[in-house]
């Protein structure tokens, strides 16, 4: 039953993302300028900001306080929409996003569709099975974009960067025991590949995932729980 506590919160959460997207991070962007860091370094570190302040945060709520992913989705689904209509328009949120991609967009919709899978294949027990990947997919790869942001200054892919999101992806999955190790390991080594228009805020979340449901179906000994 959807309670009046989860309706708040949705609506707390919701304008968290909004102040970070709108407000934060336009702010760092003119800060972050202002030192003489070229606009798309500054972008990139915006977005990466982004990924962790919002939807690595909020995913990690998430378990503590929703007892179904309704609003989660529904939260997710919303902002893509949101993201979308200034690529649809021409006036883009110069600040964090860029006329190359709409890989922010992608993010919400994944965020929302594997923390709503998760939360299914788990019978309604636990959203951990969702939630993981998608914090793969928030910090994780965050790690990974800002180091390679300090090494070379603009968007390119970096094993060095792997190997940081791996330092973080590695012992956070092991929260769910060796399923979740290994779905750590492979959501770093998967980030280093890509190809427009499936970027890694696609494969990343999906192939941690797919190793978690084939664990808790075939293996589940490699789960925590």
Known sequence: MISVWEVV???LLFVWVIFVAEVLTRKLYGFLTGLGLEHHVAVYY???IIHILTGGMVAFLVPFIFKTPIFPFAM?????V???VPHRRGKLMYWFQ???????????????????LGWLIS???SFWYGVLPVIFMSVGD?????????????????WWGNLAMASFSIPTGAFLGVAGIIAGATASFIEHFESNPIDDNITVPLSSFLILV???VFAPWLLSF
């Open 9 to 11: 919160i949705t609506v």
């Open 46 to 48: 915006n977005r990466k």
């Open 76 to 80: 997710a689904m919303l902002l893509a």
């Open 82 to 84: 949101f993201l979308y």
């Open 98 to 116: 860029t006329e190359e991609n709409a890989y922010e967009v992608s993010f919400c919709i994944m965020w929302g569709v594997v923390i709503s």
């Open 123 to 125: 019978s309604g027990e």
């Open 142 to 158: 965050a790690i990974t974009g800002i180091v390679r942001n300090i090494l070379y200054k603009r968007r390119t892919k970096s």
């Open 214 to 216: 084939l664990a808790r």
